[in-house]
């Protein structure tokens, strides 16, 4: 939908348009630039949107985590001279934005976490047994989402091939053991900034109980819900999920 809009400049793919306030959009393990297209479609003459593509398969395995995806995103922030953003992050993308805020206090406006990783999450799989089993596969694509018609033959095929692939599986499983040893909990509560927790009710990744502990331990946190809705409410709610978001926007001026 935006495809003539992503750059590819020095090690940086990235998808770029609009004006005025940076926001900077980062995708889970699973996910991609698609993901957020109605949001895209919804903000683009509102913000200036960027949105990195996580190298998840091609970054060197010791820097394959939180950590180093975080330093990554530094990076591409100086690169492209941006200061200040609003952070929007869904699963993976919330926590690397976590983790950016604990570096970086300051540079930061604020940062709004759907579906995040952080303190708990119930993976995708740690261990794949039936990974060759594509009717295992489907059933395990569709638990991210309420509707199990969100998890497209297309979304299905792309996921049996990336955890039937040995380089591309070595890299999920090492991120998914990052987010479990970079828990956030004792940080939460010094990230002093404006976090809105938009979180689909129905969520069994990152349940709910995850959503309500983010809002106890962060110090200025708002938590929506959005009902029918999984891991991924800007895509299975995008209509509600923007409204949300635009109102709390207003709300905080940031729009």
């Known amino acids: 939908m935006f495809q003539s809009y992503v750059k590819e400049e020095d090690k940086f793919k990235y998808l770029?348009?609009?004006?005025?306030?940076?926001?900077?959009i980062l995708h889970?393990?699973?996910?991609?630039l698609s993901n957020?297209?109605?949001?895209?479609?919804?903000?683009k003459d509102k913000f200036h949107i960027l949105m990195p593509e996580l190298p998840i398969y091609t970054f060197p395995l010791l820097k394959t985590n939180v950590k180093g995806f975080s330093k990554?995103?530094?990076?591409?922030?100086?690169?492209?001279?941006?200061?200040?953003?609003?952070?929007?992050?869904?699963?993976l993308g919330g926590?690397?934005?976590?983790?950016?805020?604990?570096?970086?206090?300051?540079?930061?406006?604020?940062?709004?976490?759907?579906?995040?990783?952080?303190?708990y999450e119930k993976g995708f799989g740690e261990s794949y047994p039936q990974r060759k089993n594509y009717d295992y596969i489907k059933k395990k694509t569709q638990e991210v989402f309420h509707d199990p018609k969100m998890a497209t033959k297309e979304l299905?095929?792309?996921?049996?091939r990336i955890v039937n692939n040995r380089n591309k599986i070595i890299r999920t499983l090492a991120l998914a053991k990052s987010a479990i040893r970079h828990n956030m909990a004792k940080d939460l509560p010094e990230m002093k900034l404006p976090v809105a927790?938009?979180?689909?009710?129905?969520?069994?990744?990152?349940?709910?109980?995850?959503?309500?502990?983010?809002?106890?331990?962060?110090?200025?946190?708002?938590?929506?819900?959005?009902?029918?809705?999984?891991?991924?409410?800007?895509?299975?709610?995008?209509?509600?999920?923007n409204e949300i978001l635009e109102?709390?926007?207003?709300?905080?001026e940031l729009l």
Request: hydrophobic share 40%; net charge negative.
């Open 28 to 32: 889970g393990i699973m996910g991609g």
């Open 72 to 91: 990554y995103l530094h990076e591409f922030l100086n690169y492209k001279g941006i200061k200040n953003p609003i952070l929007l992050g869904n699963s």
């Open 36 to 43: 957020f297209n109605d949001v895209i479609d919804h903000f």
């Open 156 to 160: 299905v095929d792309e996921v049996f």
């Open 16 to 24: 770029e348009i609009g004006e005025g306030r940076p926001l900077v």
């Open 247 to 252: 109102n709390w926007f207003r709300e905080r």
């Open 197 to 241: 927790l938009i979180w689909g009710k129905q969520d069994i990744v990152t349940p709910p109980e995850v959503a309500e502990e983010f809002h106890r331990l962060l110090p200025d946190s708002d938590l929506y819900w959005i009902d029918k809705a999984g891991h991924a409410p800007m895509m299975e709610q995008p209509e509600k999920f």
């Open 95 to 119: 926590h690397v934005s976590l983790y950016y805020v604990r570096q970086k206090p300051d540079n930061v406006k604020a940062m709004v976490l759907t579906g995040s990783s952080g303190l």
